[in-house]
T-cell receptor, first 115, second 114 residues
Framework: GAGVSQSPRYKVAKRGQDVALRCDPI?????LFWYQQALGQGPEFLTY????????KSGLPSDRFFAERPEGSVSTLKIQRTQQEDSAVYLC?????????????FGQGTRLTVV | GDSVTQMEGPVTLSEEAFLTINCTYT??????LFWYVQYPGEGLQLLLK?????DKGSNKGFEATYRKETTSFHLEKGSVQVSDSAVYFC?????????????FGKGITLSVRP
């Protein structure tokens, strides 16, 4: 597709359940970012990939959060043993280049609700 | 660390009114500055950007000027339309390093009534 695609769009998880969120970036984009957006807040950085290398995971809130991009394209954000505070919209963004400030394109996000 | 502060919302305006949304930032070095917009049911889209002091970004009638002396990047539009109703986010990106991650403000909801 032409844009960044995320799936599922909505996910309801019971507390303690593991979830996996998928991001398909724009083809050929080197950089991939994950952000977490709580209700009424701006997106907050979680982690960054350049191709398959995870160069920055400083924003991951706990060791229950894990992200991968094994072939440098599709990425998966996994949350283990979900908690209510994990409820948020998870946004994926991709950018054509590695370094620099070219435009980042965002997906529509996955809204995770933990009950 | 880097941070972005936006004025409190929501903002409700009548069509053709003048819009100003304030944004100030704190950052080390010389960041690039952005305004992103999120229309209902859609993902975040880049509205405009400025990469150095005194640069003016503009798009769709919106403008913002990178003011280093006041660390501000206020968004303005001379005459808003109903179709401008959306959530607006100010953001910055550190200019150094491969990870040019975005730091966002809280966002402000703009509603324009006919």
């Amino acid at each position: 597709g032409a844009g960044v695609s995320q799936s599922p769009r909505y996910k309801v998880a019971k507390r303690g359940q593991d979830v996996a969120l998928r991001c398909d970036p724009i083809s050929g984009h080197v950089s991939l970012f994950w952000y977490q957006q709580a209700l009424g807040q701006g997106p907050e950085f979680l982690t960054y990939f350049q191709n398959e290398a995870q160069l920055d995971k400083s924003g991951l809130p706990s060791d229950r959060f894990f992200a991968e991009r094994p072939e440098g394209s599709v990425s998966t954000l996994k949350i283990q043993r979900t908690q209510q505070e994990d409820s948020a919209v998870y946004l994926c963004a991709s950018r054509k280049q590695g370094a620099g400030n070219t435009e980042a394109f965002f997906g529509q996000g996955t809204r995770l609700t933990v009950v | 660390g880097d941070s972005v502060t936006q004025m409190e919302g929501p903002v409700t305006l009548s069509e053709e009114a003048f819009l100003t949304i304030n944004c100030t930032y704190t950052a080390t070095g010389y960041p690039s500055l952005f305004w992103y917009v999120q229309y209902p049911g859609e993902g975040l889209q880049l509205l405009l950007k400025a990469t150095k002091a005194d640069d003016k970004g503009s798009n769709k009638g919106f403008e913002a000027t990178y003011r280093k002396e006041t660390t501000s990047f206020h968004l303005e539009k001379g005459s808003v339309q109903v179709s401008d109703s959306a959530v607006y986010f100010c953001a910055l990106s550190a200019i150094t390093g491969a990870n040019s991650k975005l730091t966002f403000g809280k966002g402000i909801t703009l509603s324009v009534r006919p």
